[in-house]
């Protein structure tokens, strides 16, 4: 029964990654625009590739120059008049230096009837990067590692990235002048807010200066005295030639997942799409659910909870792991010896923290199986180290790079 259930598990993961892969998407955006000038387009994030890809086939010779500026190995190879760059996630390093400046030099003299096609999605915020002045890339490097190992979330990571950059919160945008900018997004951001997504290159900032400082206070983040005189310059709060159009999201992930767990024979119930709590508190959560179903004598059929969103990771360990190998960890601790029950949580863009797995999914023998070779599941939790945990057990997952970026699925299976 388990491996059924499993089966199942991997066919809706598969399905539903591959109906928000965003190529319809942007040729849908793009098929009934005109234009009357030169065409740039520059594609950045971990779909950039697919992105751009899709606005060439849209598009073709009516594309002047364009740029792609991606994840280290999300490339799928050339594309016709297009410079590819891979740079690092979730750290910038040089080549996110080199795509932000090639992508300047690319918009730099347009005219009013220019247009660039801003394809953006999530990772943007490390990929593409020019540090503002008097801030330099080993800053970002330092501040960026913080915030990540504090539990801080990605609305909070980015309010701070954005006023330490001159390519966020609008100020790519605004070095387009005069031409106009027409941004296709795919969020990797709880309830889309689109001066988070990639930190809001093309769009004016609702953050403000006070509430960076305010999260360097929450989190007793180490700066130098020149990060704090760059936070204070305020970022743009009016963008005047940008138009933006959102293309995918994890609504339409958990939406997808929805509709494939009914279609293979589940009950379907729909938790939440803004799931943003620890890893740890999550999978707890998802086991309690799991528990309870177990103990329901009512429970007859096939059943399926599903939730989306971003959970977060308070390092306090050496380990190595990603928030979704971390709640599928906490998870089988949870339901250990549970039967026809898995739980699993995935990456939609394929990778999971610093790692090759997308996440994990684990069921009732998964704790037995870690323990089995000598090591403890609860310490491996205890110093976030659910990637060897899982593979341990057998339990990572491991997909490759999607295409598309949109968050995480999280889902319960029970028969």
Partial sequence: MINEIREDAYKIIRMSINEVLPEKAVQKAL??????????????????WNMANAAKESLGSKIVKGLVVTKYEHSRGPIEGFEIIEAGHPIPDENSVIGAARALEMVKGLSSGDEVIFLISGGG????EKPAHGITLEDIMDITNQLLSSGADIVEINTIRKHLSDVKGGRFA???LPAKV???VLSDVIGDRLDSIASGPAYPDSSTSVEALEIINKYKLKVKPNVIDTIKIETPKEITNTTTVITGSVTALCEAALKNAEILGYEVNLLTTTLDCEAKEAGKFLAAIAREANRNPKQKKPCAWIAGGETVVKIIGSGKGGRNQELALAAAIGIDGWKNTVIFSV????????TDAAGGMVDGETVRRIKSKNASPYQLLE???SYHALSLSGDLIKTGSTGTNVNDLMMILFK
């Fill in 182 to 184: 027409f941004s296709i």
């Fill in 31 to 48: 098929e009934n625009k005109s234009f009357t000038g030169s065409v740039i387009v520059i594609a950045i994030g971990k779909a950039a």
């Fill in 174 to 176: 605004e070095q387009c």
């Fill in 383 to 385: 110093n976030n180290d």
């Fill in 125 to 128: 915020s490390s990929i593409f």
């Fill in 347 to 354: 990456g939609s863009d394929g990778t999971d923290g610093p």
